[in-house]
């Protein structure tokens, strides 16, 4: 067992991948045409490895036996779990793979690259992330007659303990098995977290969907009495922040504690992810706890009398709440603070969201495009019924046609016994939001503009289609005509859903920015105690670039608001990277007349394929600094720069 830190290859396409590793064993001496060498393990020696690794073993068989049937069924593949040096512990389905002795895929057996080239399981033990390794692209001849997908398995510390694989014979579509084995792995890594925390901590299970809070792509946070963070799983740190460990929830989501921990496990908590994004918690209580709380009955004293019968005065019905809104929507009349551009916007935006044409909302990561759709949406006709948001970036490249269209049970290899909806038709007589639709593959926006001409679903699988109405919003930070013109976006598909064009200026050119400043503190002091901002604080607020936009600004609020503890903000509040900010700007707008004569780095960030590269060189190569610096995701950054 050993921990894996995030290397270069993280970030090599698939061919780089392929190449690194044959390079890697041309270095050990070997050629195509060597025999594999698997190590030489005596019986012994395998009982004593699996002993070593039961909980691994056992964890892995609850989870890997329930697909086996669906998955193995009539097909050439094997399961295959190796620990943290490659060696393989147990296989499943082996009586559907060639002869045991011909793949040598054997308990006991090392699957390194140092002995047996490039293949699945060691290829991701060198690289530390999933990797699927076709016939043709393994080092050793011997070894072509299988292509393999593999996963790491990182245990509750971030160690990396294991790989499943998935091994074929057979011509099997390897997109598919690859997300499945990520998924697989994921399923342990959950299973090892439960096992090690359920007893005596809470965990909180964590989606951006009450109907995902079941999945294995849900994230996972164990959190200690005092709300402090001791472990999460990989989802977690890629749906949430990459800075997790120790951190508090009351700074992750802005709630408090005793709130959190006290919350019914069978209802779900709305909240928000540092006032970035809202998601879906689930609260499940130790199941052992330490102390229980025992009230005494003071029924049982002997100078206890019993209450005299009082009449109750007959309960009054609640009234019927009427246009409420949830506590994260903004009202549509507050969005704008005094800047005419944005004010036009809106009045454009009201007047067609009755329509049925698309909208199509243009302006950089954080500028606050979710949230002006969010309110229209509580504001429109369609407001009883579902707002689906879906980031267009966040979803594997192999899952989103599944994701968005739905699927019938056994449609490929993985697939829920019991099918899925999709997310288009969840959104049927509500409002789909489309985020980062310049995300999209293109193969995924072929069906989406079918779907979107003839307003009927198929699920993958299916023969039967779904009569689906929505209201369609799409937002991008993209220069879709741009992606038109280089071949990553469909021209047919942009005027499709680009009936009316918005754009939503970023927070640095806005003439309301003072005002803006002063309307998000007041609304973030709903949740924190605070005895105001000091000029020195509001001033430099104001003069600010903001690179990060609304969402940067509401983070920083935010803390410092946490770190004023009830007392005025001040200066010495405030987190130090906001200065980096204004030192990376040296023409940072302090009124209108400044946007006139935006430095060169202002222009870049209108367009992230200018500013990524960028910054990605001014951090060395940092992705997670390039993401932040951004205020984008890491996977953004990834696709930016065709890694």
């Known amino acids: 067992m050993h921990p894996v830190s995030e290397t270069d290859e993280s970030s090599l396409s698939h061919k780089e991948v392929i190449e690194a590793s044959w390079y890697r064993c041309e270095s050990y001496g070997l050629s195509h045409g060597s025999n594999p060498d698997f190590g030489d393990t005596q019986v012994g020696d395998v009982s004593a490895l699996l002993d070593q690794h039961h909980n691994l073993v056992k964890t892995t068989e609850s989870e890997v036996l329930p697909y086996y049937e669906n998955i193995l069924t009539n097909s050439s593949c094997i399961i295959v779990l190796a620990d943290s040096r490659g060696q393989v512990l147990n296989t499943w389905g082996a009586s559907r793979f060639l002869p045991r002795m011909q793949h040598g895929l054997l308990p006991g057996h090392l699957w390194k690259e140092e002995g047996v080239g490039t293949n699945a399981i060691g290829t991701a033990l060198a690289t530390g992330q999933a990797v699927q390794v076709n016939r043709d692209e393994h080092f050793l001849r011997a070894n072509r007659f299988m292509a393999g997908s593999a996963s790491p398995i990182f245990d ?58 079941d999945s294995h792509w849900a994230a996972l946070v164990v959190i200690d009495s005092e709300g402090v963070i001791i472990s999460s799983n990989r989802r977690a740190s890629i749906m949430l922040t990459d800075h997790l460990a120790l951190m508090n929830v009351e700074a992750l989501f802005g709630c408090r504690v005793r709130d959190l921990i006290n919350q019914p496990a069978t209802v779900p908590l709305s909240l928000m992810v540092q006032g970035r994004f809202r998601v879906w918690v689930r609260v499940q209580p130790p199941a052992k706890p330490s102390l229980a709380l025992v009230l005494p009955d003071y029924r049982t004293h002997a100078n ?89 970036a966040s979803i594997p490249t192999e899952l989103v046609e599944s994701e968005l269209f739905g699927y019938e049970k056994g449609a490929f290899t993985g697939a829920s016994s019991r099918g899925y909806q999709g997310l288009i038709r969840r959104a049927h007589k ?214």
Not at 157 to 172: E, N, R, W
Not at 175 to 199: P, R, W, Y
């Open 156 to 213: 509750t510390q971030k160690s990396l303990v294991g790989v499943l694989d998935i091994s074929t014979d057979a011509y099997l579509p390897q997109d598919h098995t690859l997300g499945l084995v990520k998924l697989m792995s994921l399923c342990v890594e959950n299973q090892l977290i439960l096992s090690a925390f359920q007893d005596s901590y809470h965990i909180l299970t964590i989606s951006t969907h009450t109907r995902s809070l």
């Open 430 to 643: 509500g409002t789909l939001f489309l985020d980062e639709i310049g995300e999209m593959p293109i193969h995924v926006q072929a069906r989406l503009l079918r779907v979107l001409q003839d307003r009927i679903v198929t699920p993958l699988g299916s023969t039967e289609s779904y009569p689906v109405d929505i209201r369609l919003v799409s937002a991008t930070n993209r220069d879709l005509k741009h992606e038109i013109a280089a071949g990553r976006f469909r021209q047919d598909l942009y005027y499709r859903i680009a009936g009316l064009n918005l754009e939503i200026l970023p927070l640095r050119q806005r003439q309301d920015k003072a005002a803006l400043i002063q309307y998000i503190f007041k609304r973030i002091c709903r949740e924190y105690e605070s005895a105001g901002m000091s000029l020195e604080v509001q001033r430099l607020l104001e003069s600010h670039p903001w690179p990060g936009n609304v969402r940067q600004l509401v983070n920083v609020l935010k803390v410092a608001l946490a770190m004023a503890d009830g007392e005025l903000l001040e200066l010495e509040h405030l987190p130090l990277d906001i200065l980096e900010d204004i030192s990376l700007s040296p023409n940072s707008e302090t009124d209108e007349d400044s946007t006139d004569g935006d430095s060169e780095e202002m222009d870049a960030s209108r367009n992230l394929a200018e500013l990524i590269p960028e910054l990605y060189q001014r951090f060395g190569g940092n992705v997670s600094k390039t993401a932040r610096a951004a205020g984008v995701s890491r996977n953004t950054v990834y696709k930016y720069l065709n890694l």
């Open 304 to 392: 206890y009398e019993q209450p005299k019968a009082q009449l109750q005065p007959k309960a009054q019905p609640t009234p019927a709440l009427t246009n409420s809104l949830p506590d994260d929507v903004i009202p549509f009349d507050e969005l704008e603070q005094g800047d005419d551009t944005l004010r036009k916007v809106l009045h454009q935006a009201k007047k067609i969201i009755e329509k049925d044409i698309p909208i199509l909302i243009s302006g950089e990561t954080g500028a606050g495009k979710e949230v002006l759709v969010r309110s229209l949406h509580y504001h429109s006709s369609r407001a009883n019924a579902y707002f689906v948001a879906v980031n267009c």
